[in-house]
T-cell receptor, first 115, second 112 residues
Framework: GAVVSQHPSRVICKSGTSVKIECRSL??????MFWYRQFPKQSLMLMAT?????????EQGVEKDKFLINHASLTLSTLTVTSAHPEDSSFYIC???????????FGPGTRLTVL | GENVEQHPSTLSVQEGDSAVIKCTYS??????FPWYKQELGKGPQLIID?????GEKKDQRIAVTLNKTAKHFSLHITETQPEDSAVYFC???????????FGPGTRLSVLP
């Protein structure tokens, strides 16, 4: 149980385009989903937290107009990187939580490369 | 806010030996401490966790100990195998939020 999927696993795009990443909890309903960014050889940095049907809460320094998060259902959250630039190239990882137990279950990650 | 430190940053052990990774946290309100294993190019995978109402938890070759007074917790891996090679992250979370604060990670290499 507690499986989280992400799609796509890898994406390469041109500078200026937008990229959407999907995060799904496959076998449970997630009250909260989290989006992280991880640069090479670094730890996970929380970008935003989203609850189903509510606006996402962004961490300090994360541009909400650039990283659009939609949490339309208890099993799906999407992250859209708008007008991507090479500095947005990173490993994006989502996680989902069943709040009463605190555990976060992570997706496999999406490698974004912006040319 | 919470601050989590992790040591060592890299650790090499011979196959069959034990490995210990230590984390310290700053917020005494933290009450949940998970450990994640991340292999190259993959998402983190929960391997063990502990809550503040217990001092130790074990699952086969993996154990976690928690010292609330000193605000530190440790991951212990016994009889290490090459497939244990990965980056390990500790994290802490408090009662008032769901946001984990992760340690910087430990790259474990198990040499055959």
């Amino acid at each position: 149980g507690a499986v989280v999927s992400q799609h796509p696993s890898r994406v390469i795009c041109k500078s200026g385009t937008s990229v959407k990443i999907e995060c799904r909890s496959l076998d449970f309903q997630a009250t909260t989903m989290f989006w992280y960014r991880q640069f090479p050889k670094q730890s996970l940095m929380l970008m935003a937290t989203s609850n189903e049907g509510s606006k996402a809460t962004y961490e300090q320094g994360v541009e909400k107009d650039k990283f659009l998060i939609n949490h339309a259902s208890l099993t799906l959250s999407t992250l859209t990187v708008t007008s991507a630039h090479p500095e947005d190239s990173s490993f994006y990882i989502c996680s989902a939580s069943v709040s009463s137990y605190n555990e976060q279950f992570f997706g496999p990650g999406t490698r974004l490369t912006v040319l | 806010g919470e601050n989590v430190e992790q040591h060592p940053s890299t650790l090499s052990v011979q196959e069959g030996d034990s490995a210990v990774i230590k984390c310290t946290y700053s917020d005494s309100a933290s009450n949940y401490f998970p450990w994640y294993k991340q292999e190259l190019g993959k998402g983190p995978q929960l391997i063990i966790d502990i809550r503040s109402n217990v001092g130790e938890k074990k699952d086969q070759r993996i154990a976690v100990t928690l010292n609330k007074t000193a605000k530190h917790f440790s991951l212990h891996i016994t009889e290490t195998q090459p497939e244990d090679s990965a980056v390990y992250f500790c994290a802490a979370i408090d009662n008032y939020g769901q946001n984990f604060v992760f340690g910087p990670g430990t790259r474990l290499s198990v040499l055959p």
